[in-house]
């Protein structure tokens, strides 16, 4: 099963529902009351598995942030900023575009050019530290790189990135070249101090992407 079919059809499914209910006159129009629809059908998806395991965990969460949290949980909004994301970047199915070579050098360039320290050429086998003096940083493992780009340059395996900057803006500027990424670690990963995160061949990850803040509904 396709994560990202299936998590489409999740939030989908959820907000036709809340539509409908609220059009039939089942709940009120506001915030409170749509979240609490919203934690409520969540929980129940989960409980009758209603959709297949790949998005369990996305279930999981927005049960138990729901019952932390309550109305500032916000389900409806994350539900509508992932139907967002995701329809605009799969319009189809999960088809994308192939993930280039050379789309990761120009990212390279971008980050350099906005002042970023970038670190590809070399090996990363066990845990290292890069001295950046407060300056934001991009590392790549090379022998990932040659093991995730064939030869015709698409990405066909996953690649691992480590970072260390401020996240809505350097997800912005993966997205501006064509990658979406997944989040692995916030901080603590075999680079001391960035978090790790991972590009998907065709942006086709089994779980759920760091969402670009301008692809927000």
Same mark, same amino acid.
């Given at each position: ?6 998590? &489409?059809?999740?939030? +989908?499914?959820?907000?036709?529902? /809340? %539509?409908?209910?609220?059009? !039939?006159? &089942?709940?009120?129009? %506001? $915030?409170?009351? =749509? ?7 969540? !929980? @129940?998806?989960?409980?009758? @598995? ?14 138990? @942030? ?24 799969? $319009?189809?199915?999960?088809?994308? !575009? $192939? ?33 950046? +003096? ?12 040659? &093991? ?23 997800? =912005? ?6 990658? /979406? ?10 680079? &001391? ?7 998907? $061949?065709?942006?086709? !990850? ?12």
């Amino acid at each position: 099963m396709s994560y990202i079919i299936e998590i &489409k059809s999740v939030v +989908d499914t959820a907000l036709s529902e /809340l %539509n409908d209910a609220k059009a !039939a006159g &089942k709940i009120q129009s %506001n $915030p409170v009351s =749509e979240d609490s629809f919203l934690c409520r059908w969540v !929980a @129940q998806s989960a409980k009758r @598995q209603r959709f297949d395991p790949i998005v369990v965990k996305d279930l999981t969460s927005w049960v138990q @942030q729901g019952r932390s949290m309550g109305k500032n949980a916000n389900i409806k909004g994350q539900m509508e900023h992932i139907a967002a994301v995701y329809h605009d970047q799969f $319009p189809e199915g999960d088809e994308h !575009a $192939p993930i280039m070579l050379s789309q990761f050098e120009d990212l390279l360039t971008d980050l350099e050019e906005n002042d970023w320290m970038v670190h590809t050429d070399q090996e990363i086998n066990r845990k290292m530290r890069v001295i950046s +003096d407060g300056q934001h940083s991009f590392v790549a493992n090379s022998a990932a790189l040659e &093991k995730s780009f064939n030869e015709e340059g698409e990405l066909v395996k996953p690649l691992s990135v480590y970072v260390r900057g401020r996240e809505p803006q350097f997800i =912005e500027m993966f997205l501006s070249h064509g990658f /979406l990424a997944t989040k692995v670690t916030d901080y603590k990963s075999i680079i &001391k101090y960035h978090g790790e995160y991972k590009f998907w $061949p065709r942006n086709q !990850a089994n779980c759920l992407v760091v969402l670009p803040e301008s692809l927000k509904a």
